[in-house]
Structures are given as C-alpha cells and as structure tokens.
C-alpha cells in the first residue's frame, strides 16, 4: 500500500494505491506477473467531498509508491490533454502538413500564457480575454517569475 496527499488548485485528496497478485484466470490471459491495482483518491475539490475509484491490471514490477508516482504522473499527463479537446477542441480540427504542429505549439502557448497570467482555469482565462487584444499583447508581453 502507498499514499500521496495533494494540496493545490482547490484540491485536498490523498490518494491510496492497494495492489495485489491477479487471480489465476487472469494471469492465464495477461502475461507475465499480473497485478490488480486499486487507486483510491478522498478529500476535497473546491470545498466539495471528493471520491473517486479507479482499478486496473499491470504486469508492471515496482514499490507500492513508484507505482501510485506513475499512475499519478500518467493522470497529470491526460488532464493537460484533456483540457487541450474541451476548452480548445483541439480533436476537432484536422490540418494538412505542418499545420496540426503549428497549431499544436500555438495552444501550448496559449495555455501557458493564461497560468502564468495567474488564471486558474483555461475557460475562465480564455473568457477573460477572449475579446480584448491589449489583454492579450499583455500577456505576451508578460516575463516568467524566476523562482530562487
């Protein structure tokens, strides 16, 4: 067993992982050393109780905690592409040559413009200067904070 507690962005969850050796019927169709991995994540989302279950297999030999680290790493990972279809819709737009690269490059820049402009959502910061160019130039403009 392994946790992880997460304190940020309106969140307060600790996530437990618990795995254990696959039943014979599914080692039988799964190769190699099967587990069955059960991450559970309880808390807070915006002041809101928050739990969700989510339960898996791998043939993957690890720590309880290098295992709760990846799923957890593969999860930050689908969430930025997440936000990448539903607020950009980047799934519905098809370009020929280079354009689905350029284009790809332009959001990152975008989303990336909008977190260091401190918004804490992409729609709410896509909303906040959707219609206003000096607000954009502003944002482009913008210098990083170096952190010490």
């Known amino acids: 067993m392994a946790t992880d507690h997460e304190v940020s962005h309106g969140r307060d969850i600790t996530w437990t992982l618990r795995a254990k050796e ?13 587990w069955i991995a059960e991450v559970i994540a309880t808390g807070t989302r915006d002041s809101k109780p928050f739990k969700a279950t989510h339960r898996f297999i791998t043939s993957l030999r690890t720590t309880p905690e290098a295992l709760l680290r990846l799923v957890r790493e593969r999860w930050s990972l689908e969430s930025w592409h997440w936000i990448r279809d539903t607020q950009l819709r980047e799934d519905a737009h098809r370009y020929g040559g280079n354009g689905a690269g350029v284009m790809a490059t332009l959001r990152t820049a975008a989303m990336n413009l ?19 160019i000096t607000a954009l130039l502003a944002m482009a403009r913008r210098q990083p904070e170096l952190k010490p």
């Open 22 to 34: 696959a039943p014979e019927h599914i080692e039988v169709n799964w190769h190699g050393d099967s």
């Open 114 to 132: 909008l977190r260091l402009a401190g918004f804490g959502s992409i729609r709410e910061g896509l909303q906040a200067v959707m219609h206003d």
